[in-house]
């Protein structure tokens, strides 16, 4: 099919630029556009869309088209195909109960910039209308459009590349030799710039140093974008890193997956906590998660019967409204630990029902204070919350603490530390160890380095408490942990690195010393790290290294062979190696193999 570009460029005010591409078999023939100091009509016979400084005005068929991301809405038929990557709005349509569309011949409207930006995706958005080849009412031109083109709209993997000339080419043979296409892209330039720093400082370091981040921020400012849409601009860069987009994915296939079943199974439950744990360790933003539930609603996949946790909460929160009936109602000590007991089950669990019930008795409070109710509603409710934000905070940074390295300690944090420890002790003695230390020192994905830090702030509570320690003191304990780890993976990296390159023996002392000094030299640890602790870090190393050759080369193929979780099992709690470490080396032998993954997900269940 032979045809004609023609492409007009501008901005409509000093943050709205846009692309207007039409493409037909006589382009260049076409009279297509007319435009004034404050405005620009894009227009063909029955259709026309223009834009001013505020907003756009459409007329006629058509509609709109942006990539998924953060904050858009995705309905559960789209969520489900894995291939479906963008979101179609077609003018004057509507969706039945039963998910069916209803066509209107109504499809006059106008928009504002702000709420298209929005609603759509944060950066760029297309609006479209043809002529040509539909006609009839409205309603039919619509429903012909979406027959022709839809399927195709919502699955091109290019509308978030903003490349009109791939649109163009796939598009207009899809409607037609008759056709004409008019294509209007938006761009919102000065999102595109935070967009574009975010994304270069986020692959270039993925934890953005505080001098690079406040700049970031600074920009943010500067280009008055609000904090919604930052967090928006952020999670769809993070959540298109590939490292962290699989985690994200695995999770919502096994949650689609479920929600096609009807329920979640042991294993799948299973599967879905241990991604939640990494994504602690990669940083992915839990509003990804939390988007994926709000959708596929997990906790009513569950099993009918409520946990016993959660009947505890709802009699506690539902009691406070009996004071309303002159029933002493107050929130004491023990109503405040066994909540927070139900909150940490919660977390575990993974079960927004607990969140859900909070949020509900919030808004009920809220609704019988505003109507008159005596406050002290308020008051009861609002001593549970800043217990709870309490756990939350206390909760996320020890988890940082134990699964990311890189993390750095300051004064102040441990000072917040110890002064919610307290209020938490009031409450009783043993609670803080059992609601921050007691389960996270049972997590499998617990490495060795994050069992010491955790061990370290343990303990180093207690001797700041009792006297034996400062604040400094402990803050410079961990950090040298911290420094140690990064220490072991650097020189992890350079012997493995020097190993495969140039060494196939290492195993006397004399091969690793010149191993090492190799390594050291290479790695410019030299003079900056005490040889004592140089060399327990390379014979940590070494083991390292000869542990995940003994179970590359010789049990993992007995272990994938003879479906042998035993085995398996037995080298993760002898070997000293991490288990987030070792199934990384097994998913890279699958892949690198081209075994059956499904092999590997049934010995890990075993």
Request: glycine share 6%.
């Amino acid at each position: 099919m032979r045809y004609q570009e023609v492409r007009l460029h501008g901005q409509v005010n000093d943050s709205i630029e846009y692309y207007v591409t039409v493409a037909s078999p006589e382009a260049y023939r076409s009279y297509f556009y007319e435009s004034s100091d404050h405005s620009l009509r894009i227009f063909s016979p029955g259709n026309e869309l223009i834009l001013d400084a505020d907003g756009l005005t459409h007329r006629g068929n058509g509609g709109s088209f942006c990539e998924y991301m953060f904050g858009v809405e995705q309905p559960l038929a789209d969520l489900i195909k894995e291939e479906v990557r963008n979101r179609l709005v077609m003018f004057g349509t509507s969706s039945r109960d039963d998910g069916s569309l209803l066509f209107s011949n109504r499809t006059d409207g106008c928009e504002e910039y702000d709420r298209v930006f929005l609603e759509g995706n944060a950066v760029h958005n297309y609006f479209f209308f043809i002529f040509g080849s539909v006609s009839g009412p409205r309603h039919e031109q619509q429903e012909e459009i979406l027959r022709l083109a839809g399927k195709d709209l919502k699955r091109f993997p290019f509308v978030g590349d903003g490349d009109d000339g791939q649109l163009v080419d796939e598009l207009l043979p899809l409607l037609g030799h008759r056709s004409a296409l008019y294509l209007i892209k938006l761009i919102h330039t000065k999102h595109q710039r935070y967009h574009d720093a975010f994304r270069d400082l986020y692959h270039k370091y993925q934890n953005i140093p505080d001098p690079e981040y406040a700049k970031l921020v600074q920009l943010a400012e500067t280009l008055d974008i609000d904090s919604y849409q930052q967090e928006r601009i952020r999670i769809d860069v993070m959540y298109k890193h590939a490292a962290n987009r699989r985690i994200v994915d695995e999770y919502k296939n096994i949650l689609v997956g479920c929600k096609l079943n009807g329920r979640i199974e042991p294993a799948e439950n299973a599967r879905l906590t241990r991604l939640k744990t990494l994504s602690v360790r990669s940083k992915i933003p839990s509003a990804l998660f939390y988007a994926l539930d709000e959708v596929l609603k997990p906790e009513l996949l569950a099993s009918s019967d409520e946990q016993d946790y959660l009947s505890d909460t709802r009699q506690i929160l539902e009691g406070i409204f009996l004071h309303e009936r002159q029933i002493d109602a107050r929130i004491d000590g023990e109503d405040l630990v066994q909540l927070l007991k139900a909150k940490r089950r919660a977390v575990q669990n993974r079960d927004y029902a607990f969140e859900q019930m909070l949020l509900e008795a919030a808004k009920a409070c809220d609704e019988k204070v505003r109507d008159g109710a005596d406050v002290f509603l308020v008051e009861n409710f609002s001593l549970i919350i800043t217990y709870f934000d309490r756990f939350d905070s206390t909760s996320e940074h020890i988890n940082e603490l134990a699964f990311m390295d890189k993390v750095r300690f300051s004064e102040e944090l441990v000072r917040s530390l110890l002064n919610n420890k307290k209020e938490f002790d009031v409450l009783g003695s043993a609670l803080f160890d059992e609601l921050f230390f007691s389960g996270i020192m049972q997590n499998r994905y617990l490495g060795q380095f994050g069992r010491r830090k955790v061990l370290a702030l343990h303990k180093g509570l207690t001797a700041i408490e009792e006297g034996r320690l400062t604040m400094q003191g402990l803050q410079r304990l961990l950090n040298d942990i911290c420094q140690q780890e990064e220490m072991f993976t650097k020189l992890l990296i350079h012997t493995k690195e020097r190993i495969r390159n140039f060494y196939s023996r290492y195993s006397t002392a004399q091969e690793q010393k010149q191993l090492l000094a190799e390594v050291v030299r290479e790695t410019g640890l030299s003079g900056t790290i005490d040889d004592e602790l140089l060399q327990k870090l390379f014979r940590r190393v070494i083991h390292h290294v000869q542990m995940e050759e003994l179970y590359l080369h010789n049990l993992l193929p007995r272990v994938i062979a003879d479906r042998n979780s035993e085995l398996r099992d037995d080298f993760l709690s002898n070997s000293g190696l991490d288990r987030f470490y070792v199934e990384e080396l097994e998913r890279e032998y699958f892949e690198y193999n081209g075994l059956d993954m499904e092999i590997l997900s049934q010995v890990r269940q075993d």
